[in-house]
């Protein structure tokens, strides 16, 4: 399985963009990258995939290098209720594998 | 309205005990997963299967047991084998397996073995 890393803890102003990091060097080229994010105490939520082109839904954006190494999530105008943690998962063998994610802070 | 029902929220055992958590979903999804989650960790798979009468194991199945015997029904049992079964089990489903999207959770059961 393709694994991901993230930075644990990341901070942001509430209104300001959040741009979330993720590296996953041993990707696939079939291989899709999900982002998920966690509200504390509750299950997962779908936020957006992506292969290899730029991505962008109501929620949030998701832009990936060209080599595929990495990716970042955007999130343009962060509120309080964006405070979660954020998974990052390169999917393996027909399920998603969650890593440590990176718990994000949106500060008032 | 369509989603994943997990019961109890709470569930609370004795050592030694086996004890049984529910998960039903009413979306015609293919796949359901089972998911432990540990203070301040991320989600370990569990069991996890793509259609009815069968399952694989993930990452972490020893001392756990699972069936699938209807397509809205996977239960995971927490046998007295398991070392340290206090934590929060987390269940989904997906429309089929190998795909990431559509994962839908349930709210969880958090399960204290004192």
Redo the contacts between chains.
Sequence with gaps: DAKTTQPPSMDCAEGRAANLPCNHSTISGNE?V?W?RQIH??????II?GLKNNETNEMASLIITEDRKSSTLILPHATLRDTA?Y?C?V?GA????????TRLTINP | DGG?TQSPKYLFRKEGQNVTLSCEQNLNHD?M?W?RQDPG?????IY?S?IVNDFQK??IAEGYSVSREKKESFPLTVTSAQKNPTA?Y?C?SSPE????????????TRLTVV
Excluded: E, W
């Design positions: 899709y999900y998920y105490s509750q299950g997962p939520q779908y995939h943690v998974y998962i999917l027909q399920k998603l594998v969650f890593g440590q994610g | 994943i796949a997963y998911y960790q991320g989600l370990r798979l996890y793509q993930g990452d929060f987390l989904a397996a190998g795909t990431g999207v559509g994962y839908t959770f349930g709210s969880g």
